[in-house]
Nanobody
Framework: HVQLVESGGGSVQAGGSLKLSCTFAGRTIGVHLKAWFRQAPGKEREGVAAIVSGSGSTYYSDSVSGRFTISQDNSKFTWYLEMNSLTPDDTAMYYC??????????????????????WGQGTQVTVS
């Protein structure tokens, strides 16, 4: 059983910063693509950032580009989402996701939910 665990969420004032982390609890797997998603109450889940494990290429949604940075430490099987200049619109539950190497992912953009077969339980970010 593969389990992803997020940490680093919390409450922050507008203009502040937070850094989220995602890692494996227990068994690790080979990962091709890593991502962060968020879901605010009453809204659909949104892919905000993704990173390719091998090349380090990154992808961002328009809503966070220039403010959020996704990064990874492959030696620790961990990836991060650094969030700066936060606004109340960034308030949401944030989820990390992983696409396992060899899993038959569809041909969609890296910030699409369909590209991932492993998910964390989420960490709450509240900006006031």
């Amino acid at each position: 059983h593969v389990q992803l665990v997020e940490s680093g969420g919390g409450s922050v004032q507008a203009g502040g910063s937070l850094k989220l982390s995602c890692t494996f609890a227990g068994r690790t797997i080979g990962v091709h693509l890593k991502a962060w998603f968020r879901q605010a109450p009453g809204k659909e889940r949104e892919g905000v950032a993704a990173i390719v494990s091998g090349s380090g290429s990154t992808y961002y949604s328009d809503s966070v580009s220039g403010r959020f940075t996704i990064s990874q430490d492959n030696s620790k099987f961990t990836w991060y989402l650094e969030m700066n200049s936060l606004t109340p619109d960034d308030t949401a539950m944030y989820y990390c996701a992983a696409q396992e190497i060899g899993w038959p992912a569809p041909a969609q953009r890296p910030t699409s939910e369909a590209m991932y077969n492993h998910w964390g339980q989420g960490t709450q970010v509240t900006v006031s």
